[in-house]
């Protein structure tokens, strides 16, 4: 199942009536939920819902065994041994499903290129959908169990639905147990502003991901990605550009329908995109993309890493390339996504370089501090962090080092004869309202005009009501049936 | 979140719905919604009646609902035809409904142990070249148009929610909607179409640019269905089909459907729509099958088309039924007539060619 699919049509009215008609006790509240995020897990690989109670069952476990185990200024041998387990469990599997293949493949070549037969047998696994994330998940609980902030759950009933809430179990947002343990502690209760909300951020989340992703992808994206060469390179830059829209709205739109399906059962899960192409810097980029995850990445790699005793204490460049080449291949397995990585790596560390060599210009000469808040450096600032970004999308998208080389090289040549892929006025009107969707979306967040977007969602309830249907009906004749799946449920 | 109030959110969600429902009538004035009817109108009536010709074929099928209406007439109700239409065609589609659908009906027993149905004697099998062209994809029409609720619990337990029994859940979700044509049209373009015919009035010259351009899709299409067409899964459904059939002492007779002339080139009717022919022929033979090769040599002209290019309009529709009971279908209303006239003996039917 997907939250914008016609499924959803039959499984969330009959899950909420059930939801909302029974007792307001959690005792009817978390078992329904737990049985609808089991349903919904199974929807996509019946057979592998084991794999998911499996690992389940171990992490509540070792947190509570965690939670039994004495405290000390230092972990004790015993408690490092729980979280050396629950770690060790998780990456293992982790690694076994989403990555055995890659590496018996990257280790064939390498033994081809060394003279040697590829001996490896190279697997493909079907993977549990939506493993990267709610192995995320639980090893975040289990941490912050290990660390001393977060006590463990005491009910398996309680842990299972934490770990595998249906809204967020397939492509997040990556929750962590300070979030929503609390909120299964204690009954819900249908309110006005959960049902306004919960309907707000599912209609954005579908305008984003069924609307203008799954159309920038099958109109513009897709056919050029397939054939750069017959393309003029104004073609491939807004191919390119087609594609930075794409992958937002499907990975944002989805975060957004997350929420509005979590609001309709009364749970609030974080955001998880906050305006990104508004970013002027590489480090704001990261707090406003893919949250969840970075927040993720650095909490419990990163901070570890450059504040623990390990050779890399201290050394926090290092820390950012560990940090994106684990974000790389957790996107998938394979060298284009570490490529991908190790670039945004490289991206934060020049950065953090630039940043330290402009404060020490300021602190001779403050003038650089007005130039710094001047609109030059800030649209500068925008253009180039922007352009990394969606540049850096290029191996993201290519399926292989050479494809992104080659579209990298494309983008600078002369190009073939075929423009836009767009064939009728229809396509034309459509291309330039998702734009100017995107666009909007994003200005109406600055601060000379949020008060204008606040106005017109504050409008009286009866301009709203006639702005909704007009939406609905809008999606009804242009939202074609039969969605794509998830980009980001593949990672 | 902002805080809001149960009176504006009920009157923001009742505002909206009046919003779309008074959309979709006023679209319904343009645009009316077209009803069909599927496997599941066929099946039900199947239920309910004993007729004595079943036809079985894609949206072609269709047109026997205008040539059962006229051989009921021409008959005083002696000969009863049911048509089951498979939207979108393919023979192993066919031979599933018929194993599936038609046939626990066909030997469903009542209470004295006597058949329910024991008047079906014949069926027609209608088809054209497309039903056997394997294009790599699974057919989507089987879980859209022929599935019951149970085949799909079985089949998304097997392989969970997957695109190809989705489209199961999209087909109920359309019929639930069925008086919706905001619902009916999504993403298919019958409405803007007629909302900008509407507003524009009609544009002859666009038009015409329009049904050329469409017109070579088509030529071009049926050109490529020689690489594919006759996939042997298809043509081994059809013999299955015949297999079965003949073991119940069913008559059957295959009608390969016209088309519209100018969708036909010289080299496709040479290359796809012969090879189709001789194929199914060579099926049909060694069991006695009569073929009738009606997908060139019919009367209709380009004018007895829809705007689809593939269905037939209620005037051609009439015309052809005319056609057949005149001709190689004339035992419909002639019993002692006899099925035995092949494709051979086609231009002495006055057929276009």
Redesign the interface.
Known sequence: ?SLA???M??FLPVLLLLYWIGPRRIGWQNPLLLLASILFF?????RLLPILAISILVDWILGRALDAAPEDANPTPRRRLLFGTSLAFNLCLLGFFKYAGFFAASLNDLFTAMGLPPSLPVLRLVLPIGISYWTLSKLAYVADVYWGRLRACRSLLTFALHASFFPQLIAGPIVRGQELLPQWSRPRHLT??????GASAFLLGFALKAWAADWLGMAIATPIFSEPLIYSRGARWIGLLAYAGQIFGDFAGYSFLAIGVG?FFGVELPLNFRYPFLSRSLPELWTRWHITLNRWLFDYIYGPLTTGESFFRGRFELGFLVVFLASGLWHGAQWTFVLWGLLHGLGLVVHFRWDAFYKSRCRRDRKWVAVRRGAPYAVSAWVITQLFFVLTLIPFRTPTLAAAGEYFRLLFVRGGHVGLPIGDL?SLANFLAIAAFLLGYHVLELDRLRGLRDRV?GLP??V???A???V??FF???????LGTFIYAEF | ?????????L??????????VA??LAVQRVVPIQHQSEVEDAIAELRRSDPTVLVLGSSHARTWEVVGEEVARRTNGATRILAVPVEFGKLRVYDWVLRHRILPLLDDLGPDGRPRRPSVSHVILVTEWWDSLDDGTPPANLPSRAWTSRDFLED??????V?YN??W??S??LRLTRG?I??Q???Y?R??KGLVRAIRGDDPESERQDTIFRVRKWQRMIEAGAEGVCAPEDMAALADMISILEDRDLDVTIVLYPRKPATITPRAEETTLATYAREVRRVAGPAGVPVHDWSTQNPLTDADFRDDFDHVTPEGNRLLTEWMLDGDLRWLVAPDAGDNVTADAKPALGGRS
């Open positions: 199942m699919g016609v499924e049509v039959f199974a929807s996509w690989t019946p006005p502003s959960l049902v306004a909300g609001r229809e969602l309830a009866p709203r009501g006639i909704l249907g007009l609905i009906v009804l004749i242009f939202v074609p049936v039969g | 979140m902002s805080r809001h109030s149960w009176r504006s959110v009157l923001v969600g009742a505002l909206a719905a009046t919003v779309v959309c979709d998304a337990t097997k392989h969970g929610l695109a989705r489209n859940l999209t109920r979700w919706s905001l619902a049209d999504r993403g373009g409405v803007t």
